[in-house]
């Protein structure tokens, strides 16, 4: 019988810095109103769907996302360890404009490839230590519904890789409170979108 695990990604809603166009990363800054709506329109959404655990990154933003989510689906958050958002490195808390100018900029923010900020993380690295992190996960959640909120930068990158973009691009921009569906196969490792 094959064994698949049903999750919906989303990221947290939206936060100060996200109005302000400033890098966030593995720094923070806590949701808006707007973010707050979101994050009650994103439980009304998976009031429907039989959740069965929510599980969040460890920054504040998830947290308090995933909170709300939870108050509703009554259900309590766990924090998993590399659910964190990318990290920046200097660019962290700095206006996206600022670094707008950067040479490797595009590269950055728009493919999967070993380039980073200065004491940053590469969107390779962070899809690793992200996968490795959601399928240790999922390895003892067979047949159950998750709801993961996570962050932007890793929906861009992990979406962009499960959808297999051309040249590693990954210029989509997911929307806060935004839910994707994915599938995970426990037999053999494949993770599919809906």
Same mark, same amino acid.
Request: a positive charge; one cysteine or more.
């Given at each position: 019988? #094959?064994?698949?695990?049903?999750?919906?990604? =989303?990221?947290?809603?939206?936060?100060?810095?996200? /109005?302000?166009?400033? $890098?966030?990363?593995?720094?923070?800054?806590?949701?808006?109103?707007?973010?707050?709506?979101? =994050?009650?329109?994103?439980?009304?959404?998976?009031?429907?769907?039989?959740?069965?655990?929510?599980?969040?990154?460890? *920054?504040?933003? =998830?947290? +308090?996302?995933?909170?709300?989510?939870?108050?509703?689906?009554?259900?309590?958050?766990? /924090?998993?360890?590399?659910?964190?958002?990318?990290?920046?490195?200097?660019?962290?808390?700095?206006?996206?404009? +600022?670094?707008? &100018?950067?040479?490797?900029? !595009?590269?950055?923010? &728009?493919?999967? !490839?070993?380039?980073?900020?200065? +004491?940053?993380?590469? =969107?390779?690295?962070?899809?690793?230590?992200?996968? #490795?992190?959601?399928?240790?996960?999922?390895?003892?959640?067979?047949?159950?519904?998750?709801?993961? $909120?996570?962050?932007?930068?890793? *929906?861009?990158?992990?979406?962009?890789?499960? /959808?297999? &973009?051309?040249?590693?691009?990954?210029?989509?921009?997911?929307?806060?409170?935004?839910?994707?569906?994915?599938?995970?196969?426990?037999?053999?490792?494949?993770?599919?979108?809906?």
């Amino acid at each position: 019988m #094959n064994k698949k695990t049903i999750f919906y990604l =989303a990221r947290h809603g939206q936060t100060e810095w996200n /109005v302000e166009h400033r $890098i966030q990363g593995q720094l923070d800054s806590v949701l808006t109103a707007q973010g707050i709506k979101q =994050a009650l329109h994103l439980s009304f959404l998976c009031k429907t769907l039989n959740i069965s655990q929510i599980l969040t990154s460890s *920054l504040g933003r =998830a947290i +308090q996302t995933a909170t709300i989510c939870g108050e509703q689906l009554q259900l309590t958050p766990r /924090v998993v360890a590399g659910f964190e958002e990318r990290h920046f490195g200097v660019w962290q808390g700095k206006l996206t404009q +600022q670094m707008q &100018s950067h040479p490797d900029y !595009t590269e950055i923010t &728009s493919q999967i !490839t070993d380039c980073k900020p200065e +004491q940053g993380e590469s =969107a390779k690295q962070l899809l690793t230590r992200f996968e #490795n992190a959601l399928k240790n996960e999922l390895k003892t959640k067979p047949n159950e519904t998750l709801l993961i $909120i996570i962050h932007g930068d890793i *929906l861009r990158c992990f979406m962009a890789k499960l /959808v297999q &973009s051309k040249q590693s691009q990954t210029g989509y921009d997911y929307k806060n409170g935004q839910l994707n569906t994915i599938s995970y196969d426990q037999e053999t490792g494949v993770f599919t979108s809906l």
